[in-house]
């Protein structure tokens, strides 16, 4: 059974910062094109960014473009998003998933391309 643990949510104030890791076991993530989302409470989840699995091409919703980073470390078998700036509205259980797609250099957030998921990690901003 592939796995995926998510860590580094927390209480934040508005305008800090946090680091969410997500660490694969039991299969490597090289091959993986991997998608981080987040699911507000009374909304649906959405796709916030993602990261092929071949050249590091990256994607972010408008709403956390320039505040959001994501980044792998194959090596580690992690993958990261550091989150700057952070809003209140950026609330919500943060999960991260894994989709296989070889050596392509895209990546996408339709949830239906990512069949790996994450328990999530709760990320609260408010002062």
């Known amino acids: 059974q592939l796995q995926l643990v998510e860590s580094g949510g927390g209480l934040v104030q508005p305008g800090g910062s946090l680091r969410l890791s997500c660490v694969a076991s039991?299969?490597?993530?090289?091959?993986?094109?991997i998608g981080w989302f987040r699911q507000a409470p009374g909304k649906e989840r959405e796709g916030v960014s993602c990261i092929s699995s071949s050249d590091g091409s990256t994607y972010y919703r408008d709403s956390v473009q320039g505040r959001f980073t994501i980044s792998r470390d194959n090596a580690k078998n992690t993958v990261y998003l550091q989150m700057n700036s952070l809003k209140p509205e950026d609330t919500a259980i943060y999960y991260c998933?894994?989709?296989?797609?070889?050596?392509?250099?895209?990546?996408?957030?339709?949830?239906?391309?990512?069949?790996?998921w994450g328990q999530g990690t709760q990320v609260t901003v408010s002062s």
């Open positions: 998933a894994a989709g296989f797609t070889g050596n392509s250099r895209a990546c996408s957030t339709r949830q239906y391309e990512y069949d790996n």
């Open positions: 039991k299969f490597t993530l090289d091959y993986y094109a």
